[in-house]
């Protein structure tokens, strides 16, 4: 419920209220006594009813506010995480190996720069997804298949793969153990074959 929606309620009870007001006043002009007292029973209740529903619209209100400040908290945090992750890319070794960092689940936590050089802006729009949604066809196609099987064993490995006149050699090192890897850290060297 959006606030807007909110406001439109309390100010529809604000004047449901004002209108009991007006028509009990109109009521005592116009009846007797007795058939009054009837009527102020039921009025009491309307109005009962009406101190109901401010309080429960008070109270989502209330979540409301309660669930934006979370949100603006966690909001926060992400970009302090993500501004974090930017920071650690910069600081990774700029050499001519490619470094990247899988989670345990086979997701892309973090790259070195020369990552960046080889994969482009594309490895950015990789962090966080599945090494599956990767494109490696540039170096080793059969990368991600070979990251998700050193996952599964728990076992850190290497592999060479020759790619036309280049020689490529793929270093992980698997961070944990199982059943619950931490991780996997890629170490790609490419070479003249």
Do not use: C
């Amino acid at each position: 419920m959006d606030e807007q929606r909110l406001h439109e309620i309390l100010e529809e009870n604000r004047r449901l209220r004002q209108r009991l007001v007006d028509l009990e006043e109109r009521q005592l002009d116009t009846r007797s006594q007795p058939s009054f007292q009837r009527d102020k029973t039921h009025v009491t209740k309307v109005l009962k009813l009406l101190e109901q529903r401010d309080h429960t619209v008070e109270d989502i209100a209330s979540k409301l506010d309660q669930v934006q400040a979370e949100l603006e908290t966690a909001t926060e945090q992400v970009r302090l995480h993500r501004l974090a992750l930017d920071l650690a890319v910069g600081t990774l070794d700029p050499g001519p190996v490619i470094l990247l960092a899988f989670s345990g689940d086979g997701k892309l936590l973090l790259h070195n720069r020369a990552a960046a050089e080889s994969f482009g802006d594309r490895i950015r729009q990789w962090r966080f997804h599945d090494v599956d949604d990767m494109d490696f066809n540039a170096l080793d196609p059969y990368l991600p298949v070979f990251l998700k099987q050193v996952l599964a064993s728990g076992r850190s490995t290497v592999r060479a793969a020759e790619r036309g006149p280049r020689k490529i050699t793929t270093d992980v090192t698997v961070l944990g153990a199982l059943p619950n890897l931490d991780g996997a850290l890629l170490r790609i060297t490419v070479t003249k074959a």
